[in-house]
């Protein structure tokens, strides 16, 4: 249950704790910092209210009854609701963290934990206002899934290596725009990697090509004479 819609001033918090006494605890630390917070003990509550009380910001349990905090935050992103997410949970393994980011999380803060950083977390979320952050990359008929690392053309899988995934990811992150081979050699390939020079950059731009354009038709990423590479936010 909730415990009320706050006001409309300020910035307006969500916490969706089940452990109620935490929750309350939560609410007084995070008014004191100045936030409205509207408490929420279910997965089912919070995801009612994430999608229909315009919040600044959720905060996020993961272990909650009726809906996991996983779930309530890839429903949010399915349907295209942006708000940041920052996850506050007990669970601190590697995997658990990383299952959160890759369903669309913006941040994972684990318990035990410090209202001061709690605050500051938010007000860093905040500043980078609320964008599109799918955890599927489309362009067209083009998607990429960086969590269960699953490449598609339409309902056809594409298998690539790791180098070459990771090449589409970045150029597909950055869609529509012109993207340097400097740019890709330092995001894609180690610093420290002796071979890694502006030819091995063109060389998988190739193999990538031959995976996920020639077979379909297509012209996906494309090469600006002098500038870089642009692959199409329409998918080719």
């Known amino acids: 249950m909730t415990a009320g819609v706050g006001e409309t001033g300020g910035v307006r918090v969500l916490v969706v ?6 929750a309350a605890a939560v609410k007084r630390g995070l008014e004191a910092e100045g936030f409205v917070v509207d408490l929420a003990h279910d997965g089912v509550t919070g995801l009612h209210l994430a999608r229909e009380g315009a919040y600044d910001s959720v905060v ?4 909650l ?4 905090g996983y779930r309530v935050c890839q429903e949010l992103r399915a349907a295209e609701n942006w708000v ?3 996850v506050l949970s007990a669970k601190d393994g590697e995997y658990d963290q990383a299952d959160a980011l890759d369903l669309g ?3 994972y803060l684990t318990k035990p934990f410090s209202y001061v950083v709690l605050a500051a977390r938010l007000r860093a979320l905040l500043r980078r206002g609320v964008v599109p952050r799918p955890p599927v990359l489309r362009c067209g008929d083009l998607s990429l899934d960086p969590a269960s690392r699953e490449v598609r ?3 056809a899988p594409v298998s690539l290596t790791a180098r070459e995934f990771a090449l589409l990811e970045f150029l597909m992150r950055q869609a529509g725009s012109v993207v340097s081979k400097a740019d890709l050699l330092s995001h894609v390939w180690d610093s420290a990697d002796d071979i890694a020079d502006l030819n091995v950059v063109e060389v998988y731009v190739g193999y990538l090509r031959k995976k996920i354009d020639v077979p379909f038709g297509r012209r996906t990423v494309q090469t600006v004479r002098g500038a870089g590479y642009r692959l199409a936010a329409d998918g080719g």
């Open 60 to 63: 996020l349990d993961i272990m």
């Open 65 to 68: 009854p009726g809906l996991s």
């Open 153 to 155: 053309r339409g309902a």
């Open 84 to 86: 940041p997410v920052l």
């Open 17 to 22: 704790e089940d452990e109620r006494r935490l």
């Open 105 to 107: 999380a913006d941040d």
